[in-house]
């Protein structure tokens, strides 16, 4: 077949995949959707733009995602042709169970009836690289991009009002610690999923205050809606999780916001578009198209005055399954704390997903690669398998193609936007501890509680 030839039929398929997924958005997502709902001509897909050097190796791909505005930039990028414009018109974004049922669809892999790869929490992908979180089945993985920035926060139930659970819980502490011999049971707090993201964010927030996660409260994994009503009926009282779950609990008048995770550390890595290595080596050109389109989805999100359209296409029943109402808070960065604290406004505050104050949101940085890894030494997680720093960097190395996302951003045109560095620099929490990527040793050694 000539290259012409290859090429126009790519072209039929790219029109006719952007009108097909157009339809099933009007169809399937909003119901009767409001007019700017509708995918603009600006977002149509030009086949033309598409050299054939960069034509993707395949238009399909499966990724996997979770209801959280985590997942926003992936659900955009399907739904506004973004994916499509780039050659990827057979794009699946697929609604995961919960993490451990997305960790076991990326280890069968799309053709097992798995998926390809899609959102993850940190360090996801290294563990399944790894085999630590696959019963020992190494399944190599590859980080692509960050997906966002902040937009979480940690939850308090409501009978613990008026008992200095804030940001700041170090005249708390011995509240928490003394709730066994009070209440017959042990303070108890949840993430979504052990030795990630959502479980660093409150252990940090507890440690910071005096309070050791592994010997002074009950620290599990629990899904979202289940932790709601635990913290409905008087069994769960803390809880970390992505917007809009962590809303719910002051819009549903259940308890108050303790912190957002935009308060513990401004600006921090959240979670990442990951696939499985063997789909990138087969298909570098088609990754690259994923990451044109998501960057394009990102910059779309950003914008204020795409915010509630953002809101509508992700509440939908296809998605999120939400009231707009709920939603739309976090998007304005507008929340209320509850609990005599002054509320937020500024969208900064809430997810960002291009741009922050600090630079580039998406781009891949090893720095933060290495917190994740130096935060998982700092609890003793994987201690047979992630023995020392060199340890965390060789594993850094082989997972994180921060290449790739450099080539796609070129590719796109989005040369000003690439960071000089693979490093974001010193990090700074708002305890005053510092995370120094060129000298992960004094960061741990500056904390006061942890397993090393």
Known sequence: ???????????????????????????????????????????????????????????????????????????????????????????????????????????????????????????????????????????PMYVLAQLNTQGNGIAIAGIHKGKGLQLDISNAADYIKGFEASQGRKFKAAHTFPNVNQDFWIRYWFAAGGVDPDRDIDLLAVPPAETVQGMRNGSMDAFSTGDPWPYRIVADDIGHMAALTHQIWKFHPEEYLAMRADWVDKNPKATKALLKGLMEAQQWCDKPENRAELVQICAGRNYFNIPVAVLTPPYEGKYEMGDGQQAFNDIKAGPLYWKDDLGNVSYPYKSHDLWFLTESMRWGFHRDRLTDIDTAKKIIDAVNREDLWKEAAKEAGFDADIPTSTSRGVEKFFDGKEFDPENPEAYLNSLAIKKV
């Open 1 to 139: 077949m000539s290259n012409f030839s290859r090429f126009s039929r790519r072209k039929f398929l790219i029109t006719a995949g952007a009108s097909a997924a157009s339809s099933v958005f009007l169809k399937g997502c909003l119901g009767n959707p409001p007019e700017t709902a509708n995918v603009p001509a600006a977002d149509a897909v030009n086949a033309a733009d598409i050299s054939p050097e960069q034509m993707p190796e395949t238009s399909t791909a499966k990724l996997g995602y979770i209801p959280i505005v985590e997942s926003a930039p992936l659900v955009i990028a399907k739904e506004k042709g973004f994916f499509a414009k780039y050659g990827m018109t057979d794009v699946e974004v697929s609604k995961q169970a919960n993490w451990a049922s997305a960790r076991d669809n990326v280890t069968i892999g799309s053709e097992g009836g798995g998926i390809d790869g899609g959102q993850w929490q940190m360090p996801m992908p290294h563990l399944i690289s790894e085999g630590i979180i696959t019963n020992g089945r190494k399944v």
